[in-house]
């Protein structure tokens, strides 16, 4: 099974704080992704990642920024955390071609306190 | 860019009963066609896909699909819904142009009563 991995379930953090998300997946996939889900909007996906050190803005990346080193691990980092980035974080994962679908970890419930 | 509706916020159905969910999305060429579905404080799992070839799909738990070109809608149906099926469903689209990336519509919440 795919399985992808990220480092926190649960995370607080203060106003203005430099956070890192981090997503592992172990099969090899060449596309990574992060979503943000917020109630009633449904998931948006901020950053994606298609290789190594290759990333493409989402629709909406502004206060964040991302980090693809190794294939298997990509970072979501946002620079100076604001209450309004208070919200779930899915990171996904799939293979070059796409066509079995993204395989998402368990999500990262940040609050911004 | 591709879109996805999904027009229900949230139904509720009794345990036996049909369950259609619906979806309608927006894209240029044949896209990909995902349904996913969310339990509570959970990530997402994928119930289906279609690609290619025959339009109506099966899925895990008992669920399909059935594509339609000319609705531009991807509906997600289960002929006997059981308690263990409330949760949020999305439906998404990939592009074939954009490096297969997801877009979800903004989900349908199911509650399951007794």
């Known amino acids: 099974d795919v399985k992808v991995t990220q480092s926190s379930r649960y995370l607080v953090k203060r106003t203005g704080e430099k956070v890192f998300l981090e997503c592992v997946q172990d099969?090899?996939?060449?596309?990574m992704f992060w979503y943000r889900q917020d109630p009633g909007l449904g998931l948006r996906l901020i950053y994606f990642?298609?290789?190594?050190?290759?990333?493409e803005k989402g629709d909406i990346p502004e206060g964040y920024s991302v980090s693809r080193e190794k294939k298997e691990r990509f970072s979501l980092i946002l620079e100076s955390a604001s209450t309004n980035q208070t919200s779930m974080y899915l990171c996904?994962?799939?293979?070059?071609?796409?066509?079995?679908?993204?395989?998402f970890g368990q999500g990262t419930r940040l609050t911004v306190v | 860019a591709q879109s996805v509706t999904q027009p229900d916020i949230h139904i509720t159905v009794s345990e036996g009963a049909s369950l259609e969910l619906r979806c309608n999305y927006s894209?240029?060429?044949?896209?990909?066609l995902f349904w996913y579905v969310q339990s509570p404080g959970q990530g997402l799992q994928l119930l289906l896909k279609?690609?290619?070839?025959?339009?109506l799909v099966q899925g895990i738990k008992g669920f399909e699909a059935e594509f339609k070109r000319s609705q531009s809608s991807f509906n997600l149906r289960k002929p006997s819904v059981h308690w263990s099926d409330a949760a949020e469903y999305f439906c998404?689209?990939?592009?074939?142009?954009?490096?297969?990336?997801?877009?979800f519509g903004k989900g349908t919440l199911l509650t399951v009563n007794p």
């Open positions: 996904a994962s799939s293979s070059l071609a796409g066509v079995f679908g993204a395989f």
């Open positions: 099969m090899d996939h060449e596309n």
């Open positions: 990642s298609y290789d190594v050190k290759m990333k």
């Open positions: 894209y240029g060429a044949t896209p990909y």
């Open positions: 279609y690609f290619s070839g025959d339009t």
């Open positions: 998404a689209v990939g592009a074939r142009g954009s490096n297969y990336k997801l877009t």
